[in-house]
């Protein structure tokens, strides 16, 4: 499978796919079923078969499986976000996806078998405020979640089904955090945030 380059967008397909040789990406085709409203973000598993776009209108989540050049959606999960997509992540194993959005909860879990989505309980302790972006440890025992109210940023350690609340880093991110991300080692975070530095 060739090396592939997804963006959301805020104008129709909302969607574009572009396979990458060398140098060169060339777009294929749009999948039947475009994502219903203005992308806001998309993550690939990590086996590059399936394609997590998240955006601003109902059900906020499309999910496509790629054989070949051919993306194709998979059905809806049961439960669906509860608001705007801004944020999606893949856990290492491809078998857990996690979603950012801005409604409460602001962070909906789902479980993936198959092609089937089964959103996963809340956590006890949820993100404070409109979920911007997430990011799973590359261990997939650890999530983080940034978010539009302080603390800004939300740690989860994951056993099972299960995702508790850490304790918060002892200097929080200055402002509200849009961009989270794991060293591939999972030892370090990074966090893009609204306020200096």
Do not use: E, F, Q
Request: aromatic residues 8%; negative net charge.
């Amino acid at each position: 499978m060739p090396y592939s380059l997804a963006i959301a967008h805020y104008t129709s397909p909302y969607l574009t796919v572009y396979n990458r040789v060398g140098d060169v990406l060339t777009k294929i085709a749009n999948p039947a079923t475009l994502p219903a409203g203005i992308g806001r973000g998309v993550a690939w598993s990590p086996d590059g078969t399936s394609l997590a776009v998240v955006y601003d209108t109902s059900p906020y989540l499309t999910v496509y499986n790629r054989a070949g050049d051919v993306l194709t959606k998979i059905a809806d999960p049961a439960t669906l976000p509860v608001g705007n997509g801004y944020g999606a992540a893949w856990s290492p194993d491809g078998t857990s996806l996690a979603v950012a959005h801005n409604a409460s909860p602001y962070l909906t879990v789902y479980n993936r078998v198959g092609d089937v989505l089964t959103k996963i309980a809340n956590p006890a302790t949820l993100p404070a405020g409109v979920g911007h972006g997430v990011a799973w440890s590359s261990d997939g025992t650890s999530l983080a979640v940034v978010h539009s109210t302080s603390p800004y940023l939300t740690l989860y350690n994951r056993a099972g089904d299960v995702l508790t609340k850490i304790a918060d880093p002892a200097t929080l991110p200055a402002n509200v955090g849009y961009g989270v991300a794991w060293s591939p080692d999972g030892t370090s975070l990074a966090v893009g945030h609204a306020g200096s530095p």
